[in-house]
C-alpha cells in the first residue's frame, strides 16, 4: 500500500508541474502576442523628424498595418515615412492569390494622414488586381502628403476611385512631384492614371501608358476633381463610355497648366484636356488624337465653367457635335486657339450659349515659333515658351516627358505664293489673252478677305478650284 500511495502522489506532482509548465508558455505566449507591435523591424520612430525607413517591398505592405494601429491603439496623429531604396516589387503579382499588393489605407478611417517622401527613389512593377475593390492604388485613401517618388510599370485593376498613386486623395491631401508608368484600369467610374478621385491638391505628376475602364469619369491623370490641379501631363491612351478627358474627366475644382498628348477614346463628352468642365480651366493644351460619338472636342466636351489660354492641336474626330475647341458651352471661353489643318475643324464651338472672347482658328504656321506670339494671346512672357513647332509650359523642360511627345510634323512656314507672271500666262493661255473666271474669283476673294479681315467675322481662304465653293477652302473664324 504505501508503493502504491507514493505512485499515486508522484503522479499527482507531475501532473501538476505539467500543468504549471504549460500554463507559464501559455502566458510567455499571450504577452508576447499582446507586446507585438508592427513598428518592430523598422528603423526610424515615425516621427517627422525620424520617419520610418522603407526598404523593401513587405515593409511597404505593412504602412497599412501601421496606419490601423496608430488609428486603433495610439494616440499620435500621424506616421510619417521614407524610402531608403527603390523597390522591384515584382513578387506581388503572386500575393494573395493573384490578388496583388493591398493598398494602404484602403478605407477612410485608416487613411495616410502623415508624408509619405519617396526621395526620388523608384517603385517597379507594383501588381494590384482588384476588381470589386475601391479605394485602389498604392494608397488607398489619404489625407496626407504623398511626394518624390516614381512608379514604374505598374499594373493596376480596380472596381471605382482607381489611380496609381491613390484612389482618394481627400481635402488634406496632397500629390506632388509623382511620376508614372503603366496601365490602369477601373470598372465602375473615376479612374485616373494618378488620382481616381481628388478634393485636394495635385501638382507636378505625370503619367505615361493606359488608362480605361468601361463606365465614365475618365481621366489620363485624375478622373474626378473638386481640387485643385497644376503642372501636370498624361501621354498615352484613354478610353471609357462618357465624360473622358486626356487630363481629367470631370472637373469641378481648377487645372491649371497641363497638356495631353496620345489618345482620348469614348462614347460621349470626350476631349484632349477636360471631358465636363463645371470648374476652371487655363493655361492647357492638347496635342491628342480625339474620338468619339457625341461632344467630341480639343480642349472641353462640355463646359458650363471657364476655360482660358489653351490651344487645341490634334485631330478630332466624331459623329455628332463636335468641334475645335468646346463641344457644347455656356461659360466662359477666351483665349483658345487651334490648329486648322491638325484638328480637322473650323468651328469652335457646335452649341454655344456663353460668352467668348479671342477664340480663333489658325494656320499651322500662325500657331508655331515666333508666329505664334503675334496671332495667339497666350502669356509668353511667364507661362508660355516659344519652340520651332507649338507653344510649351515653361516647366515641361524640367520634367520627364517623353521626346516623342515634341517629334511633330508642323508646316512652321507659310506655302509659297504663285508668281504674278505665272498666274497670268495660266490664264492667258487659258483664254487667248483674256480674263478667266478663275481669275476674276481669286481678285474677288482677295477683296472680301481684306474687307473683313479685322472685323472679327469669318472669311472663307480659296485653296483653289473655278467656283467659290465652301468644300474646297478653308474656314477661318474669330469668334
Known sequence: ??????????????????????????????????????????????????????????ELERIDDLETYREDELDVEA???????????????????????????????????????????TISNLHITRPSEEYV?????????????????????????????????????????VSISGEIKGIDRRIGGAVGRNEGEVSAVGVVGDVESTDREIGGLIGQNHGAVDRSYFV????????????????QGSLRSAFAAGTVEGDRRIAGVVGTNDG?????????TVEGERDVAGIGGSNAGTVSNAY???????DRRVAAAVATTDGIVEDVYWDLEATGQHDAFDDDDGNQDDVSGLEPWELTGENATRHATLDFDSTWTVTETYPRLGWEDDR?????VYDLEVQTEPPEPESESETSADDSADDGGLLSMSTLWAGLGLLLLGI????????????GGDEPDESNGQRRRRY
Open 400 to 404: 520627364n516627358v517623353p521626346a516623342a
Open 79 to 121: 506616421f510619417h515615412y521614407v524610402l531608403g531604396n527603390d523597390i522591384d516589387a515584382s513578387e506581388t503579382s503572386a500575393w494573395e492569390g493573384g490578388a496583388g499588393f493591398e493598398p494602404i489605407g484602403d478605407r477612410r478611417d485608416a487613411a495616410l494622414t502623415g508624408t509619405f517622401d519617396g526621395r526620388n527613389h
Open 280 to 288: 476652371a480651366v487655363s493655361q492647357v493644351y492638347s496635342l491628342a
Open 137 to 177: 492604388g498604392l494608397f488607398g485613401y489619404s489625407e496626407g502628403e504623398i511626394k518624390n517618388v516614381s512608379l514604374e510599370t505598374v499594373s493596376i485593376v480596380g472596381d471605382g476611385e482607381v489611380g496609381a498613386i491613390v484612389g482618394r486623395n481627400g481635402e488634406e491631401g496632397v500629390v506632388e512631384d
Open 452 to 463: 473683313v479681315a479685322g472685323s472679327g467675322f469669318y472669311a472663307y481662304r480659296r485653296l
Open 236 to 251: 498615352g491612351t484613354v478610353g471609357g463610355e462618357r465624360d473622358i478627358g486626356g487630363v481629367i474627366g470631370t472637373n
Open 312 to 318: 487645341s492641336a490634334g485631330t478630332i474626330d466624331g
Open 1 to 58: 500500500m504505501p508503493e502504491q500511495s507514493n505512485r499515486v502522489v508522484t503522479r499527482g506532482v507531475s501532473r501538476v508541474l505539467l500543468l504549471a509548465v504549460l500554463v507559464t508558455v501559455g502566458s510567455l505566449w499571450l504577452v508576447g502576442a499582446a507586446a507585438a507591435d508592427p513598428r518592430d523591424g523598422f528603423a526610424g520612430s515615425g516621427t517627422e523628424a525620424d520617419p520610418f525607413v522603407v526598404t523593401t517591398v513587405e
